[in-house]
C-alpha cells in the first residue's frame, strides 16, 4: 500500500510565503515523476507544477518565478516552495506522483493522490 501524505499549507497574508511538502511510503520500488496539483472552488483541479524523477521541472504560467518545485529521491519527498503569494494561489494542493511497486509477476506502475491541503492566501 502506497501512501502521500501533504503538509505546510495554512493561512497568509498575500505576498507571504509557504513551503509544501508531500511525503510518500509504503512498499516503493520507485517513483517516476511527482506532481502538485490544486483546485479552487467552483474550478478544475489544476496542475500547478510538476517535475521528473531526473529533477527537471515544468511550471504552469500562473506560477512561474514565484513557486520552485523540489525532490529528495531519498526521502521520497517533494516540496512546492510558494513566494510572492496571490489570493488567486488560494485552493486545495493536492501532490501526485506515479509510483512503481514490485509485484510477484514484476513492476507494477501506478498513479497515486494525496488527502489534499489547504492554502487560503488573504488580500
Known amino acids: 500500500q502506497v501512501q502521500l501524505v501533504e503538509s505546510g499549507g495554512g493561512l497568509v497574508q498575500a505576498g507571504g510565503s509557504l513551503r509544501l511538502s508531500c511525503e510518500a511510503s509504503g512498499s516503493i520500488f520507485a517513483i517516476n515523476d511527482m506532481g502538485w496539483y490544486r483546485q479552487a472552488p467552483g474550478k478544475q483541479r489544476e496542475l500547478v507544477a510538476g517535475i521528473t524523477s531526473g529533477g527537471s521541472a515544468n511550471y504552469a504560467d500562473s506560477v512561474k518565478g514565484r513557486f520552485t518545485i523540489s525532490r529528495d529521491n531519498a526521502k521520497k519527498t517533494m516540496y512546492l516552495q510558494m513566494n510572492s503569494l496571490k489570493a488567486e494561489d488560494t485552493a486545495v494542493y493536492y501532490c501526485?506522483?506515479?509510483?512503481?511497486?514490485?509485484?510477484?509477476?514484476?513492476?507494477?506502475?501506478?498513479?497515486?493522490w494525496g488527502q489534499g491541503t489547504q492554502v487560503t492566501v488573504s488580500s
Open positions: 501526485n506522483a506515479e509510483v512503481q511497486t514490485r509485484r510477484l509477476t514484476g513492476i507494477r506502475v501506478s498513479d497515486y
